[in-house]
């Protein structure tokens, strides 16, 4: 619906341009830039990564958007723009590669943004990734060895394809903003459950996640 704020998610592998590009959408917009991890939740996410439960992981992550959905919808609600980093889709889709075996359906009424997916050429890609500070997790280098199958589970949820290769960020940002005025949609249109992503049930023989 036209007269409803923005809801702008943006997903990729890491080093496409996530953490560059949001708070620079979020300033075009004038919109609320809302961590899909709150704060308070930040201590107890570095305990949960530095174990190696998938199940439990997810259900952390879970937790945490669950939590950010409920203040996104008051943002929507006072008529506030709102981007995150991130969504549920990169929740599920990670989890899912790693070998979660929960079964997961997401609620339907869980606000539902307009997502990117921002690619990056894979050289590109690693040269970003090579230039970070911050050391490497356990999960991080999974995701690495997972990227293929990452980018593949990704292809199940809709998203518009944003290319970030050889782009400054402004440049991307430029190219979401052309996007959105070209017709696509705002906050709300359909809910996040009137097409459930599901993951996997439990296996009869629960294994270890493994990453070939």
Not at 136 to 149: G, I, K, P, V
Not at 171 to 194: C, F, K, S, W, Y
């Amino acid at each position: 619906m036209p007269d409803q704020p923005f809801f702008e998610a943006l997903e990729g592998l890491r080093g496409s341009g996530k953490s560059t590009v949001a708070p620079l959408l979020a300033a075009a917009r004038g919109a609320v830039l809302v961590p899909t991890v709150p704060l308070f939740y930040q201590p107890l996410r570095r305990q949960v990564d530095l174990r190696e439960s998938v199940d439990a992981r997810l259900c952390f992550y879970l937790s945490a958007l669950f939590t950010a959905a409920e203040e996104i919808r008051g943002h929507l609600a006072a008529g506030n723009p709102v981007v995150v980093e991130s969504y549920f889709t990169r929740c599920l889709a990670n989890h899912h590669v790693f070998g979660a075996r929960l079964g997961v359906t997401l609620p339907p009424d869980l606000p539902q943004p307009t997502t990117y997916h921002l690619l990056c050429a894979e050289d590109e890609r690693q040269r970003r990734l090579s230039q970070r500070v911050k050391p490497t997790s356990w999960w991080d280098a999974l995701s690495e060895q997972a990227s293929d199958r990452i980018s593949t589970a990704y292809a199940q949820f809709a998203m518009h394809r944003i290319d970030t290769t050889g782009s400054a960020p402004e440049q991307v940002v430029q190219t979401i903003l052309t996007t959105t005025q070209e017709g696509h949609h705002r906050a709300d249109v359909e809910p996040v459950g009137a097409h459930p992503h599901v993951l996997p049930p439990v296996p009869r023989r629960p294994e270890r996640a493994h990453i070939s």
